[in-house]
């Protein structure tokens, strides 16, 4: 998975607010499930965690470097190791990210634009949560090692 791509996308979608309300509406949907909220290190708050999707996203479409500034490479695939990444999450996690994408976009003027859009950004989430699943689901093929016994 590549981490750059065409510049024109995020000024074609309004820049960086843009991907502000995206988030903000996906972490509107995180905050209230019971499967994928407990995965989040700082669920007490959840600012931290959507500044810095919104700005991975932004500079991923061609915004600011802000989020490697801060962050570094974004090895998203290391990252998630932390978190188990199940088809019931991977599932979970992209039907919020549906929801946020088809919210974002509803305010734009021209409805052919908007499903380009929406287009364009679920050809990345789609594989791109499946690319980070790091869990068969199966009870007895996990890639996480067993707890210690006793
Ligand atoms: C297209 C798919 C995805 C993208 C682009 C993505 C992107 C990101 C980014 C950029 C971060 C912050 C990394 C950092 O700087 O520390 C993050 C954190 C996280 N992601 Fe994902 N993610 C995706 C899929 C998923 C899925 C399927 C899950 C399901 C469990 C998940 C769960 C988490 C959790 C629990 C965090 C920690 C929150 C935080 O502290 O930032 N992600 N993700």
Do not use: C, K, N
């Given at each position: 998975m590549s981490d750059v791509q065409d510049?024109?996308?995020f000024d074609r979608v309004?820049?960086?607010?843009?991907?502000?309300?995206?988030?903000?509406?996906?972490?509107?949907?995180?905050?209230?499930?019971?499967?994928?909220?407990?995965?989040?290190?700082?669920?007490?708050?959840?600012?931290p965690a959507r500044r810095r999707l919104a700005l991975f996203l932004g500079q991923y479409?061609?915004?600011?470097?802000?989020y490697s500034d801060e962050r570094g490479h974004p090895r998203l695939r290391m990252r998630h190791m932390t978190f188990t990444v199940g088809p019931l999450e991977r599932d979970r996690w992209l039907h919020h990210m549906v929801h946020a994408v088809e919210t974002a976009t509803?305010?734009?003027?021209?409805p052919a634009e908007a499903a380009a859009v929406q287009q364009v950004l679920l050809a990345y989430f789609v594989p791109?949560?499946?690319h980070l699943r790091n869990d068969t689901g199966l009870p007895i093929s996990s890639v996480r090692?067993?707890?210690p016994a006793g």
């Open positions: 510049v024109s996308f309004g820049g960086q607010p843009f991907f502000d309300r995206l988030v903000d509406v996906f972490y509107d949907g995180i905050a209230v499930d019971p499967v994928l909220l407990p995965l989040y290190p700082e669920q007490h708050d959840l600012g479409w061609g915004g600011p470097t802000t509803d305010s734009f003027t021209d791109a949560a499946e090692p067993a707890p």
